[in-house]
């Protein structure tokens, strides 16, 4: 029963077509009438990036960006946060402090707080910070707010994110070249999937060559998911250049490279990424 269920739902994509198919909606009309058809918020939201960029639905009839404040609580906890950090040298209760900041970006905007995006931009680059748990919290707080800003576009997230592609991003990038830890890497990959640079692109294909059979075995999911997702920044703005870079693999003379593009070919049709 439950099988046949799920052969009969209809396309998330389709879902929201149908429903502005009688005029343009505000969205919380059309994230109300989306989800009473037993689609989740989450999902919502990443099917409405996915048809914005593609031209599917316009943004003078459906208006994504709003204005989305920091609450004060928040500012007040985090800023409290960060004289902490600035003082402490104990891993264990930085990586706690940083991971309670997560906790807060993944529920509400807070790339606005004063000193919260310098301090992560100091933080990438002070040996402080580079214990494993540490690192690896600090990877996930950049990846919640950039996906934050991605998800929900407020009216003036253009300036997070043209901050965040910019002195971070090429940050993050000269970590990953060097980075030896998987899980520190795999914190990575995630956070590009969130970008939408051809920087990115580049990266997780030099990762590609560059890692042998066991760590990319273990780190392939990730980086499939993050190159090959429809709905994420990466695939939709970077299309075409995933799908060159995938071009060179298969070009390769080199057996263990064509043998991963073979895969990666392979995986880019399958459903699980649709």
Known sequence: MRKNHKSQRKDIDQIIIEELRGGGKTPKELLKQVVAQDVTKSSYHRHIIKLVNQGTIKRLKFELGEEISVEEEDEKEISEILEILNREENPRVLQSRISTISYIAHLRRVAQIPRLLTFCENAL??????????????????????????????????????????????????????????????????????????????????????????????????????????????????????????????????????????????????????
């Open 125 to 274: 680059s002070d040996p402080k910070y580079r214990d494993k748990g540490v690192m690896i919290e600090l990877i996930r707080l950049l990846r919640e707010i950039l996906h934050f800003e991605s998800i929900k576009k407020p009216k003036d997230y253009q300036k997070i994110m043209n901050r965040m592609s910019r002195q971070i991003l090429e940050t993050v990038l000269g970590i990953m070249e060097k980075e030896t830890n998987l899980d520190i890497l795999g914190e990575i990959i995630y956070f590009l999937s969130d970008t939408e640079k051809d920087e990115s692109v580049n990266a997780l294909f030099k990762l590609i060559d560059r890692l042998d059979d066991g760590p990319y075995d273990e780190l392939k999911s990730r980086i499939f998911r993050s190159l090959l997702q429809t709905s994420f920044p990466l695939q939709i703005a970077q299309r075409k250049r995933i799908e060159e870079n995938m071009d060179k693999l298969l070009r390769s003379v080199d057996q263990r490279i064509l043998k991963r593009g073979e895969e990666i070919s392979r995986e880019r049709f399958s459903s699980q990424y649709r």
